[in-house]
């Protein structure tokens, strides 16, 4: 759509008739691409920001720089959640390439696989499962019974899903107009690597814009939940019911106790350990430290704690 067509659908004056391929954040978004700003902490993106016109507040407007157009707005982020369903692919598509599966691999009965969908050698696709459009499969990976891999998702090598698991669920993207909510469709994908296992009933949300990425090597259990934009690089572990609010960011073999949990927005640093139901509010930046609690504090004072309040008890 042109960036005419897109602000007259949000009743912004604009006559630019630029071709618009998508909406990304401040500092991806390219040049044909459209970005907004709501919270003012992100100045600094906006000075920066490539985009071809940016949804914005009248007070931030002498920001927006040169050759990207400022599309001023009361409310920038109820006017993406708009322009975001223009972007929105096809639930299933029903043109396409029929999917192409390797050599020596299984494919049981009653499973779905989707146009313009590739499954490399020697895998073995369980009863049940589900794989959407546009999406790739590695060779040697297993997808056990009832697992859904949501459209335009990639899934790397020597990778194990267990059952009921889904991929690329949307994430809980919403904003609010007068006690409406108005969705954000998530136009990005999932990104899983090589030599990942993945228990029983987890739920990895596919992004906003961009990627939801799981690194190599990569070791989640039953009943996780990771959710938009989340990031877990090499070797991370994540027990059971551990949850990671939006855009949260592992590093290098983060481990997670059972029932821990993130704030959004937010990095862990590499060879961290949260012990069970810790919960991380602020970015940890200090790596090779174990913590624990709520609020959280390093493990050993939160033992001390623990101890003290026991003999107050006494």
């Not at 409310?75 to 972007?87: D, Q, R």
Request: glycine share 10%; net charge negative.
């Amino acid at each position: 759509m042109t960036l005419k067509e897109l602000s007259s659908a949000l009743n912004i004056t604009c006559d630019s008739t630029m071709e618009i391929t998508g909406l990304n954040t401040l500092l991806d978004a390219s040049s044909n691409e459209v970005t907004f700003l709501e919270n003012k902490k992100y100045v600094n993106d906006l000075e920066q920001t490539q985009a071809a016109a940016v949804l914005v507040k009248e007070e931030f407007a002498k920001n927006v720089p040169s050759g990207t157009i400022a599309l001023v707005c009361d409310e920038p982020y109820v006017n993406l959640a708009y322009l975001s369903k223009f972007f929105a692919p096809k639930v299933v598509e029903v043109v396409g390439e029929e999917c192409i599966v390797g050599e020596d691999s299984t494919i049981m009965s009653n499973v779905y696989l989707g146009k313009n969908s590739s499954i490399g050698n020697n895998c073995t696709i369980m009863s049940g499962a589900y794989i959407g459009d546009n999406v790739s499969i590695g060779s040697n990976t297993i997808i056990y019974p009832n697992v859904s891999i949501y459209r335009d998702c990639s899934i790397g090598s020597d990778v194990i899903i267990h059952a009921g698991t889904v991929i690329g669920s949307d994430g809980f993207g919403f904003a609010n107009k007068a006690g409406k909510y108005i969705k954000i469709y998530q136009n990005g994908n999932v990104v899983i690597g090589n030599d990942v296992e993945i228990g029983a009933n987890s739920t990895i949300d596919r992004a906003v814009f961009k990627s939801t990425i799981i690194g190599d090597g990569v070791r989640i259990d039953n009943l996780v939940h990771i959710a938009h934009n989340c990031i877990l690089k090499q070797g991370c572990i994540l027990t059971g019911q551990v949850g990671l609010s939006g855009s949260t960011t592992l590093h290098e073999y983060v481990i997670m106790g059972g029932q821990s949990a993130t704030a959004g927005h937010l990095e862990i640093a590499p060879f961290t350990t949260i012990a069970a139901r810790g919960g991380v509010t602020k970015t940890i930046d200090e790596p090779k430290k174990q913590w624990a609690g709520f609020p959280l504090m390093e493990h050993r004072k939160w033992l001390k704690l623990q101890s003290r309040i026991a003999k107050l008890l006494k």
